[in-house]
């Protein structure tokens, strides 16, 4: 196992060397570099064939982050759960559920790249870049996930648990109490109040069967909340927990 430590990434002007920075971001070495050149790849940096007049262009995926975040999805949740038993021996499957759905969330994958500083490394298209596709939480929580499946490709699972441990551990260490889930908080706050349930609507499905892509609205309050995730339950999850931060804000938009 290569591993390198500490986190400190090379700068050349003032921007970071992708490869490199990666690496220290990762703390890991890796023996194909060709798996974390896909990793920080975002599909709009691969180029394809120009759309017919009056298409829109819409790239397969293919030689983008796209194939290793599903590998990396997996491997987290894999370590994330071993994680949790061993941390909290005397919880039970609900418990641990309601932790490992806020680790592996979006919101909390986006908040560790950033911090990482996942963005800089990022390869996009020129116009996305300008964009700011690197600062979506979509992109980065994608992302984080692509390079965490290069690892375990590179090097197995013991390189990918160093790394998880390490960019997880405030995480893992913020909730003494297992944090709830969004849609029950919302739930239990509308309860509370003498109000009817949220309403959750499709907005949009995109994509194959197998790799869909859902946008959900909700609403409560007056207020309104958007997500979107590869399954109708995470992307209700996450625009439960879009409503809840604009309610607490005092926002209806």
Known sequence: MAVRDPLVAPVHGDHLSPAPAAEAILGYAFRRPDLLREALTHRSAISGPKPAKGKVARSTGAGSNERLEFIGDRVLGLLVAEWLAERFPQEQ???LGQRLAHLVSQPTLAAIAEQLGLPMVLSVAPNESKAGVRKLATVLADAIEALLGAVYIDG????ARVFVRRAWEDAMAAHAAPPKDAKMALQELLQGRGLPPPTYNV???EGP????LFVIAVQAMGARGEGTGGSKRVAERLAAEDLMRKLQQGCSS
Do not use: F, I, Q
């Open 93 to 95: 499957e609900g418990a």
């Open 156 to 159: 197995g699972l013991g390189p």
């Open 203 to 205: 907005v949009s499905r």
């Open 209 to 212: 069967s197998h790799d869909p």
